[in-house]
């Protein structure tokens, strides 16, 4: 990190949150030398630090479903190219119903989530009950399992994709010596 400001940059990023780290990450990947991000304080150290740091596959649409699948897999491999942690512990999703008309929604999500290529299953009470013990079952009429879901650290994901970002500009001048 450095507190020199240069002159002039192809893209400057204001804020080191989650979302500024990761455009910085992904426009140095796509080669961008000249990327500037600007924080105020701590990356990490705005809202980002209080994120629930859930990541769902599915989505409403084909294309918020694609982001999210390429986001979990993006944080399921970032340590292994950065060395920094994100804390990706890929613990599933279980969505539980009490009524019928519960129910049929849930039916309607793992049918949206076969159509994206998303694993769904859907469970009954039993199975609801071994994935998660501590749960009251009383009333439940079942559940739908996602079990590619996961959570991360949220400031360890936005330090993990500054570490890319700093290592894909430092690999690209390398290659341009």
């Known amino acids: 990190m450095s507190n020199d400001i240069p002159a002039d940059a192809r893209v400057i990023i204001v804020g080191g949150g989650i979302v ?30 209080h994120a629930a740091g859930l990541i769902g596959r599915l989505r409403t649409s084909n294309s918020l479903t694609k982001i999210n699948k ?8 970032l340590e292994a190219e950065t060395g920094v942690s994100t804390g990706w512990n890929q ?10 008309e519960r129910m049929t929604q849930l039916y309607r999500t793992a049918a949206m989530a076969e159509m994206f290529d998303v694993e769904a299953r859907m469970i009954d009470v039993d199975k609801a009950c071994d994935l998660w013990p501590q749960m009251n079952s009383e009333g439940l009429l079942g ?7 996961g959570k991360v650290i949220p400031a360890d994901t936005t330090l993990a994709l500054a570490a890319g970002a700093r290592q894909a500009v430092r690999e690209s001048s390398n290659r341009s010596v």
Do not use: F
Not at 70 to 77: I, P, Q, R, T
């Open 20 to 49: 500024g780290c990761s455009v910085a990450y992904h426009l140095t990947k796509l080669g961008w030398r000249d990327v500037v991000l600007l924080e105020q304080g701590e990356l990490a150290g705005g809202t980002t630090w």
């Open 91 to 100: 613990v599933g999703s279980l969505i539980v119903a009490r009524t019928q």
């Open 70 to 77: 390429y986001s979990a897999e993006l944080y399921a491999s």
């Open 143 to 149: 559940g739908v399992w996602l079990p590619h879901d």
